[in-house]
Nanobody, 121 residues
Framework: QVQLVESGGSLVQPGGSLRLSCAAS????????MGWYRQAPGKQRELVAS???????NYADSVKGRFTISRDNAKNTVYLQMNSLKPEDTAVYYC???????????????WGQGTQVTVPQ
């Protein structure tokens, strides 16, 4: 029905940069909000950044000023530019999209498989 494929996760040194991408495909009618969440071992999943269909953004305080979320509506793709990375950014990053499909008019949330970002101390 719908597939969210994430890419870009890697090991990067402190202070380095990384760009994550997530492309949604399938029987999509429309995509509303998209966002990035992360989950570190022993921690709860937290919102990193989100972006509405109109381009309005929201960031967690811990990443504000360092991360930038953007989207390409034509490609149903959301990006996360990560700069000045810190060890505390180490986590599995998950893409999320709220969308409607041809099989359901309801607005439902979909998740990617996750991509690992590691920043050594």
């Amino acid at each position: 029905q719908v597939q969210l494929v994430e890419s870009g996760g890697s090991l990067v040194q402190p202070g380095g940069s990384l760009r994550l991408s997530c492309a949604a495909s399938g029987s999509i009618v429309s995509v509303n909000a998209m966002g990035w969440y992360r989950q570190a071992p022993g921690k709860q999943r937290e919102l990193v950044a989100s972006i509405t269909s109109g381009g309005n953004t929201n960031y967690a305080d811990s990443v504000k000023g360092r991360f930038t979320i953007s989207r390409d509506n034509a490609k149903n793709t959301v990006y996360l530019q990560m700069n000045s990375l810190k060890p505390e950014d180490t986590a599995v990053y998950y893409c999320n999209a709220d969308l409607t499909t041809y099989y359901s008019s309801k607005l439902l949330g979909y998740w990617g498989q996750g991509t690992q970002v590691t920043v050594p101390q």
